[in-house]
């Protein structure tokens, strides 16, 4: 059992009332400012303060995406929020907190199928209009020596990631995708949150001036050139809701 109280986290606030698109991202994420950089945005970075502890009786779906709403609320303008975590037999496994914790996270994923979700909320500050969605990506972990964990712990690369390992480590090579989106395994599934910016009345850059990776296993607009409302919206949760609550 995995005394999980860290995941990541993700704040974007894009400011387009009359300072034009800016966008000031909240995380210390390096996936995260590649995803959104590949959009073709500008923004710049700041930190994010929100308490992550997951609370009793609370699923990790549950859990991502109430941190994103409470993220999202916490700020101001057009902003993007989000958190991720690693679920296995419906546990949520985190970031690991020391090198024995990433050792021990490494050993029980070893060989396994989990999933990744990520929790995003997407907030107009301007009108309080809000709105949040969870997507979800089954992964395979695969059977790697001992060796190769070790070195891998000892590059640093697991400790400030949900799982402890990183999909797009091209040394490890850790796990490969079974379905869903690749950029919500790195920690934020773009396509879906253009898709979302669009709804709520943003500008954003065409669909064919955007960067993200490739490797989605499932409908996407990246890929297809389908750009009609949800087509990014793979393995989607069901239930968006609107935020409630108004600005804190």
Known sequence: MFPQTHHIECVATLSLKPDTSRIILASASPRRRELLGGLGIQFDVAPSNIPEDQLPGETPTDMVRRL?????????????AADSTVVLDGESIAKPLDVDDARAMLRRLWGTQHQVVTGMTILDASTGRCITESMSADVAMREFTDAEMESSIASGTPMDKAGAYAIQDDEFRPASMLNGCYPNVMGLPVCRVVEILAELGCSTPDWADMTVPHGCLGKCPFQSGDTSPGSGATQRSAG?????????
Do not use: N
Not at 68 to 80: D, N, T, V
Not at 240 to 248: H, I, K, V, W
């Open 240 to 248: 968006a809701t609107q935020c409630s609550g108004g600005m804190r």
């Open 68 to 80: 994103s709403r409470e993220k999202a609320l916490a700020q101001h303008g057009y902003f993007i």
